[in-house]
């Protein structure tokens, strides 16, 4: 059985930093890929990263370049997204992902068709 638990979000000031950890079970990180995606009130979700199986290789959408670093812990099957620089507009309720790399491609790249993800938790950036 998958499971992915999230943990680390809370209240923060704009220009601050969060630090999301993600625990999991019942897969591979060598298998699937993991990433992180995040939803506002009346909003569609929306990427954030992943990290490719396949190579390593990681994404990042557009509006957390050189602010959010998403990295993984193979031996402990954790996953991270250190936030920094963080604003108001981040808010949401931020979920760890894992999902096929090439189901996701053919779908084109739909973060609403992934396989798993966990419960989420909740960050709050104050102005």
């Known amino acids: 059985e998958v499971q992915l638990v999230e943990s680390g979000g809370g209240l923060v000031q704009a220009g601050g930093s969060l630090r999301l950890s993600c625990a999991t079970s019942?897969?591979?990180?060598?298998?699937?890929?993991i990433g992180w995606f995040r939803q506002a009130p009346g909003k569609q979700r929306e990427g954030i990263s992943y990290i490719n199986p396949e190579d390593g290789s990681i994404y990042y959408a557009d509006f957390v370049k050189g602010r959010f670093a998403i990295s993984s812990d193979n031996a402990k099957n954790a996953v991270f997204l250190q936030m920094n620089s963080l604003k108001p507009e981040d808010t949401a309720v931020y979920y760890c992902?894992?999902?096929?790399?090439?189901?996701?491609?053919?779908?084109?790249?739909?973060?609403?068709?992934?396989?798993?993800w966990g419960q989420g938790t909740q960050v709050t950036v104050s102005s």
């Open positions: 019942g897969f591979s990180f060598d298998d699937w890929a």
């Open positions: 992902a894992a999902f096929s790399y090439r189901d996701f491609l053919a779908r084109d790249e739909n973060w609403e068709m992934i396989d798993y």
